[in-house]
């Protein structure tokens, strides 16, 4: 029996062109979880995100803060059932 979940979070406000992609791959990675990033037409960041439930909320804590030059409006997380479908975290264009 695994713990793990699937999530998608979506980041609103200034999070494209401040690196919010790359900052999500890096914890992605240390966190250990699977899935990719990408930005969004209207201007936010979406993730796709497998992994443990816990490593998953880890990063929504994170991206709710962002890196240095972003400002982060409201981040949103919306879980479903693991899907087993990524090998590793990478970014999307």
């Known amino acids: 029996m695994s713990n793990k979940v699937r999530a998608e979070i979506v980041a609103k ?3 494209q062109g401040v690196g919010f992609r790359y900052f999500i791959l890096r914890n992605a ?3 250990g979880l699977n899935g990719y990033t990408k930005n969004l037409y209207n201007g ?3 993730a796709v995100v497998e992994g443990e ?3 998953i909320e880890e990063l929504f804590k994170k991206i ?3 890196p240095s030059h972003s400002s982060v409006n409201e981040a949103r997380i919306f879980w479903s059932e693991n899907k087993d479908e990524f090998i590793n975290f990478d970014i999307r264009h």
């Open 13 to 15: 406000g200034l999070v």
């Open 29 to 31: 990675q240390q966190l």
């Open 44 to 46: 936010d960041v979406a």
């Open 53 to 55: 439930k816990g490593m």
């Open 64 to 66: 709710r803060m962002g």
